[in-house]
């Protein structure tokens, strides 16, 4: 079975521009999370979507926004870029988002805004 | 607010050798779940142990153990005969069990484990 899936693997964007970041979550796990990790920290939470609708959100500006579709795939807007988004971003999933349930996570978009 | 520390940045341990990486935290919440991922190179994020707040015994999962102290706060991941494979970060991370969807997680900063052949 595929684990999280997340495209592309890398990404260079340029500040102000918009990027869009995708995500299939493991076949049949109906929660996915989007955290942000910049080098040398830990993944910092963004969004949570179940079923489509969001159930958290992290102390992200507005320009950081998300959505979950009907196969519960999901993408990360980021607009108007920074240098300080430059981060490896990872998708998380599982299967109904109990909090304790483990979170099983892709390999990240590594963003180098420039 | 839930806050977690992780204070040994890079740890040498020698091939075959048990490690204690440390972790502390700091919540309000009464009841919590405790995580140890493993990050390597790759960048994907690897679960490795899962420890609640109410749990009377430590958890273990084959090679892995977690030395869980409530009063102390703390939550050390003990990796036991260590293998060149184990080289990577690790991370210590918590949740709040008490709000139930929410399953945001709160990570440490990270240990970067190297094992030594």
């Known amino acids: 079975d595929a684990g999280v899936t997340q495209s592309p693997t890398h990404l260079i964007k340029t500040r102000g521009q918009h990027v869009t970041l995708r995500c299939s979550p493991i076949s049949g796990h109906k929660s996915v999370s989007w955290y942000q990790q910049v080098l040398g920290q830990g993944p910092q939470f963004i969004f949570q979507?179940?079923?489509?609708?969001?159930?958290g959100r992290g102390n992200f500006p507005d320009r950081f926004s998300a959505r979950q579709f009907p196969n519960y795939s999901s993408e990360l807007n980021v607009n108007a870029l920074l240098l300080g988004d430059s981060a490896l971003y990872l998708c998380?999933?599982?299967?109904?988002?109990?909090?304790?349930?483990?979170?099983?996570f892709g390999s990240g978009t590594q963003l180098s805004v420039l | 607010a839930q806050k977690i520390t992780q204070t040994q940045p890079g740890m040498f341990v020698q091939e075959k050798e048990a490690v204690t990486l440390d972790c502390t935290y700091d919540t309000s919440d009464q009841s919590y779940g405790l995580f140890w991922y493993k990050q390597p190179s790759s960048g994907e994020m690897i679960f490795l142990i899962y420890q609640g707040s109410y749990d009377e015994q430590n958890a273990t999962e084959g090679r892995y153990s977690l030395n869980f102290q409530k009063a102390r706060k703390s939550a050390n991941l003990v990796i036991s005969a260590s293998q060149l494979g184990d080289s990577a970060m690790y991370f210590c991370a918590m949740r709040a069990l008490s709000n139930f969807g929410n399953e945001k997680l709160t990570f440490g900063t990270g240990t970067r484990l190297t094992i030594i052949p």
């Open positions: 979507y179940y079923e489509k609708e969001e159930r």
């Open positions: 998380a999933s599982s299967l109904i988002g109990n909090p304790n349930e483990k979170l099983f």
